[in-house]
């Protein structure tokens, strides 16, 4: 099966500027993830999604970030103005469903330096 | 809320030695617990998880963990390790509460990098 894809694959901006992110999931996953990944920490959830409504975004600095899964398939995420602090890998994961039983599949990320 | 900390942020191992990847988590109600690894420029990968039964769970790769309630831990550890299992590991945990659309969210360690050496 395909992977979850992720694009672009890096970014460079400069602070107050704005940024996208595109996440496509594994076809039949119902459940997509965004986490941002600070370098030499781990992955913090920002959103989850279930089909298209949110399940989850009390971690989302909803000031600057937001994020939204049409259709319930592809998923975008975006950050306007951008932080230096903003700097990290993006990270989209999806899973059949919520629970346990069900791993999450992590794409390759995007790599966010804000200058 | 839950909270997990791995004990080393890096791990240098000779190849064929054996390695042990240290996790501790705090949680007030009972816990699923995983490890995923990262190889270089690539996203996280299961490696293994535990939801209930045995303490002891086999992954890939010849990976395994044990589950010790007592010692809120989930040490990961593989008797002979190889170059190509040089990558940064994760342990997560997330609360068994909930249920339908509705679980605890998975919380992730802050990472070990493990470094194998010929």
């Known amino acids: 099966e395909a992977g979850v894809a992720q694009s672009p694959r890096y970014k460079i901006i400069e602070k107050r500027q704005s940024v996208a992110f595109w996440c496509n999931p594994i076809?039949?996953?119902?459940?997509l993830y965004w986490y941002q990944q600070i370098l030499g920490q781990g992955p913090k959830l920002l959103i989850q999604?279930?089909?298209?409504?949110?399940?989850?975004d009390s971690q989302l600095p909803k000031d600057r970030f937001s994020a939204e899964r049409l259709k319930g398939v592809d998923s975008t995420l975006k950050i306007q103005p951008a932080k230096l602090e903003d700097s990290a890998v993006y990270l989209c994961?999806?899973?059949?469903?919520?629970?346990?039983?069900?791993?999450?599949?992590f794409g390759n990320g995007t790599r966010l330096t804000v200058t | 809320a839950q909270s997990v900390t791995q004990l080393d942020s890096q791990v240098p191992v000779f190849e064929e030695a054996p390695v042990e990847l240290r996790c501790n988590y705090s949680?007030?109600?009972?816990?699923?617990l995983f490890w995923y690894v990262q190889y270089p420029n690539q996203g996280l990968q299961l490696l293994l998880k535990?939801?209930?039964?045995?303490?002891l769970v086999k992954g890939i790769n010849g990976f395994e963990a044990e589950f010790n309630k007592s010692q809120t831990s989930f040490h990961l550890r593989k008797p002979s390790v190889h170059i190509s299992d040089t990558a940064e590991y994760f342990c997560?945990?997330?609360?068994?509460?909930?249920?339908?659309?509705?679980?605890?969210?998975?919380?992730f360690g802050q990472g070990t990098i493990l470094t194998v050496h010929p």
């Open positions: 994961a999806s899973s059949l469903e919520p629970g346990p039983n069900s791993p999450l599949h």
């Open positions: 076809s039949g996953h119902a459940t």
């Open positions: 999604f279930q089909n298209n409504g949110v399940v989850d």
């Open positions: 949680s007030s109600v009972s816990v699923y």
């Open positions: 535990y939801l209930s039964g045995s303490t």
């Open positions: 997560a945990v997330k609360e068994a509460v909930g249920g339908g659309t509705s679980y605890g969210k998975l919380t």
